[in-house]
């Protein structure tokens, strides 16, 4: 599904230049579920960035299936994450103003689909989840953990075939990061592929692949044994 050759990914200033990525080579099958752990600037999330296509690199070579990412224009870039990938933030980025309900179907609007169409996706998202009880709330009414599963629901909307992770469990205590574990445990076995950056060690053990950075390298990839 995703291929880096030689990637890099260089920042530059007046001043300063600094190294994000360097050398990366990276394979990601379909239906694969990859946690990418390291310490705090290691390029963890440059890598989702890019993987993301919100950011590009500054060298080398990155295909999504038959697609070589680089040589695409911003509008084809917004094409393929629109109808390819999913997002989940450690901070939720729900909107306040918008019941959940409507904070799900946002990824449907943009997709331009009928609005009895969108109501049947959504309702299906959020039951996924487990929050279709919550539909008519707003965010601020909710815990940490079911705001965190609306986040989800969101990105699952429109049934991407990738869903990339950012910190899912930072802000949740143990029982709520256990729950959106298995969320996104439930989502790889139906067939998604997920790449999440983690912090947790036992929840890098639920993937089946762990990536390790250091100072913007991969330095180890090894699969869980089953």
């Not at 050398?23 to 290691?42: Q, R």
């Not at 965190?148 to 869903?163: C, D, E, F, T």
Request: charged residues 25%; contains cysteine; aromatic residues 4%.
């Amino acid at each position: 599904m995703i291929t880096l050759a030689d990637v890099h990914r260089l920042y530059r200033s007046d001043e300063v230049e600094t190294t994000a990525l360097r050398d990366i080579d990276l394979s990601i099958e379909e239906g694969e579920f990859v946690a990418v752990m390291g310490p705090s600037g290691c390029g963890k999330s440059t890598l989702l960035n890019i993987l993301g296509t919100i950011d590009r690199p500054t060298s080398g070579k990155f295909r999504f299936r038959d697609q070589e990412i680089t040589e695409l224009s911003e509008a084809e870039l917004a094409r393929l994450r629109r109808d390819n990938l999913g997002f989940v933030f450690q901070s939720f980025n729900l909107i306040d103003e918008l019941t959940i309900a409507e904070n799900v179907e946002l990824g449907l609007v943009y997709r331009r689909w009928a609005g009895k169409d969108r109501r049947v996706r959504v309702e299906a998202a959020m039951d996924r989840v487990g929050i279709a009880h919550r539909a008519k709330h707003y965010p601020h009414q909710l815990s940490g953990g079911q705001q965190q599963r609306a986040a989800i629901a969101r990105a699952i909307v429109g049934r991407p075939s990738l869903i990339l992770a950012d910190e899912p469990t930072g802000n949740l205590d143990t029982e709520n990061g256990a729950q959106v574990m298995d969320i996104l445990q439930g989502l790889n076995a139906e067939g998604a592929t997920i790449v999440m950056v983690t912090h947790s060690p036992s929840h890098a053990d639920l993937a089946k692949r762990r990536i390790d950075m250091l100072d913007g390298r991969v330095v180890v990839s090894a699969r869980r044994a089953i």
